[in-house]
């Protein structure tokens, strides 16, 4: 149980473009869903918080405007990049929580390559 | 200090051996303790979830957690090479709105 699907896995665009991540929790509803992002040989950098039907709580430094986060239903969030340049390349991963007291549980990541 | 330290290493280990990971706090008030483990090019899988202190086991695997220290711990038994990943620890206060401090991972290698 508990599994998290992302969408895409891997993702190769121009300079310029926005590019939407997904996120679903495929057999539990998520009151609360995160996205992370991770740099080479280091730990998670949470970047946002989304509860369902609100708005992303943002991070210290993370540009709201340039990373749209939302969170319309318990099993689907999304992440959109806007206007991609080559410094947003990472890698990307969300999690999805089903309450406060329980764990959070990752999807398998998005390799963001912005050429 | 970091809130978190967990030593990166790498380890290296014969297959069967008994491994041994260790993160240390400073934060007292944390509650609640985790451990993930990531493959490369992979989001983490959920380990071990602890609620306080004490001990839980699940297969080859047992998680400690000594809050009077600020030490928690990750024990493998009978390692196997497929158990080579990195391994993350992470602790949260109680609270809804308390984010995830995260340990830098220790990257494992079992040797067949």
């Not at chain 1, 998520?30 to 918080?49: E, I, N």
């Not at chain 2, 086991?57 to 600020?70: L, M, N, P």
């Not at chain 2, 080579?84 to 602790?91: E, I, P, V, W």
């Amino acid at each position: 149980g508990a599994v998290v699907s992302q969408h895409p896995s891997w993702v190769i665009c121009k300079s310029g473009t926005s590019v939407k991540i997904e996120c679903r929790s495929l057999d539990f509803q998520a009151t609360t869903m995160f996205w992370y992002r991770q740099f080479p040989k280091q730990s998670l950098m949470l970047m946002a918080t989304s509860n369902e039907g609100s708005k992303a709580t943002y991070e210290q430094g993370v540009e709201k405007d340039k990373f749209l986060i939302n969170h319309a239903s318990l099993t689907l969030s999304t992440l959109t990049v806007t206007s991609a340049h080559p410094e947003d390349s990472s890698f990307y991963i969300c999690s999805a929580r089903m309450s406060s007291g329980q764990p959070q549980h990752f999807g398998d990541g998005t390799r963001l390559s912005i050429l | 200090q970091k809130e978190v330290e967990q030593d990166p290493g790498p380890l290296s280990v014969p297959e069967g051996a008994i491994v041994s990971l260790n993160c240390t706090y400073s934060n007292s008030a944390f509650q609640y303790f985790m451990w993930y483990r990531q493959y490369s090019r992979k989001g983490p899988e959920l380990l071990m979830y602890t609620y306080s202190s004490g001990n839980k086991e699940d297969g080859r695997f047992t998680a400690q957690v000594d809050k009077s220290s600020k030490y928690i711990s990750l024990f493998i038994r009978d390692s196997q090479p497929s158990d080579s990943a990195t391994y993350l620890c992470a602790m949260k206060e109680a609270g809804n709105n308390r984010k995830l401090i995260w340990g830098l991972g220790t990257s494992l290698a079992v040797n067949p």
